[in-house]
C-alpha cells in the first residue's frame, strides 16, 4: 500500500485543520487506515484509526471529541478532521495502513507509512 498524505499547515490555537492521505496499491477492503503523529524530541503517538466498516474507528484519548476520522472507500482516501487545535497537537502527522481492524495490537506497528505532513499550532 503505498499512502500520499497531504493538508499540514500552520494554524492559530481554536482552528481547524483537515488532513487527507490517499492510499493506493491494494483493494481498499484489506485494510483499515490511521494517523500517527510525532511532535519534536518525543515518540510516535497513534491519533486514530478506521476500517473498511466505515464505523468501525478508534481514537487516542487526547484527540476524543476533537478529531474526525472518516473514509471514502471509493477514493480510497483517508481524512482527519482537527477542531480546537492546541499548541500540543503540533506534530508530523503520518498516515498509516495495517490489515488489522482499528483498536487491535497490530496497529501498535502499522505494516504501512506514508510520509508526514507537518502541523504547527502557534498560540
Known amino acids: 500500500v503505498q499512502l500520499q498524505a497531504s493538508g499540514g499547515g500552520l494554524v492559530q490555537a481554536g482552528d481547524s485543520l483537515k488532513l487527507s492521505c490517499a492510499a493506493s496499491?491494494?483493494?481498499?477492503?484489506?485494510?483499515?487506515l490511521g494517523w500517527f503523529r510525532q511532535a519534536p524530541g518525543k515518540e510516535r503517538e497513534f491519533v486514530a484509526s478506521?476500517?473498511?466498516?466505515?464505523?468501525?474507528?478508534y481514537y487516542a484519548q487526547s484527540v476524543k471529541g476533537r478529531f474526525t476520522i472518516s473514509r471514502d472507500n471509493a477514493k480510497n482516501t483517508v481524512y482527519l478532521q482537527m477542531n480546537s487545535l492546541t499548541p500540543e497537537d503540533s506534530a508530523v502527522y503520518y498516515c498509516?495502513?495495517?490489515?488489522?481492524?482499528?483498536?487491535?495490537?497490530?496497529?501498535?506497528?502499522?505494516?504501512?507509512w506514508g510520509q508526514g505532513t507537518l502541523v504547527t499550532v502557534s498560540s
Open positions: 498509516a495502513a495495517d490489515p488489522g481492524a482499528p483498536g487491535s495490537s497490530s496497529w501498535r506497528v502499522p505494516r504501512y
Open positions: 496499491g491494494r483493494p481498499a477492503a484489506s485494510y483499515s
Open positions: 478506521i476500517g473498511w466498516r466505515l464505523s468501525s474507528t
